[in-house]
């Protein structure tokens, strides 16, 4: 079975699960950059970023070499932006579909909220099957190591979890198509 993590990142939170995840499933990683980056903070620059969400914005990305459609588990990952997943993820749901494939979708923010992977999933991934959906308050931001480090497992151990019932649903949905052709 194939994996892949797609992700992008701003701060390094969502970069460091998804690295823990591909250690712990075995997957490959495709991030999302951006090509003009967000730059700065304070009341100009978040007041742009909010009219981004808000306007379901298409920030340009640059090209990688995954194509999503190639895999059989997707896991997708977001930072929050105003109670929304990142824009960069409207771009490349607008090119690529992705139907018909299991997906796992995991975010990070600064407080435990799942909205932004619930208006994912209704916006763009409607016709994949949602394995399931992840929060965690920024691991990268804990005072301690061993907090980071217990947050990044707990994650790794959800995904691998959801690995494992993918593989078993594969494992059935090929044994359905066999037994169809071969009429057992």
């Given amino acids: 079975m194939k994996k892949l993590i797609l992700y992008t990142s701003v701060d390094g939170n969502t970069d460091a699960v998804a690295h823990a995840i591909a250690e712990k499933v075995g997957a490959d990683m495709a991030r999302l950059v951006r090509?003009?980056?967000v730059r700065g903070f304070g009341f100009f620059n978040n007041l742009k970023l909010r009219l981004e969400v808000m306007g379901k914005k298409k920030p340009d990305i640059f090209p990688f070499k995954w194509d999503p459609r190639d895999y059989d588990l997707i896991y997708i990952g977001t930072p929050v932006w105003y109670d929304s997943y990142n824009p960069v993820f409207n771009t490349l749901f607008n090119v690529i579909k992705v139907y018909d494939r299991k997906v796992a979708l995991f975010s990070t923010g600064m407080k435990e909220d799942t909205k932004a992977l619930s208006k994912l999933e209704k916006e763009w991934l409607q016709d994949s099957v949602i394995l399931g959906t992840k929060h965690c308050v920024e691991p990268i931001w804990c005072?301690?190591?061993s907090e980071t480090q217990a947050i990044l497992d707990d994650m790794a151990e959800w995904a691998?979890?959801?690995?494992?019932?993918?593989e078993k649903m594969i494992e059935q949905e090929e044994f359905e198509r066999r037994k169809t052709i071969y009429k057992y």
Avoid: N, P, T
């Fill in 35 to 37: 090509v003009k980056k």
């Fill in 143 to 145: 005072d301690e190591d």
């Fill in 160 to 166: 691998q979890q959801l690995s494992d019932q993918a």
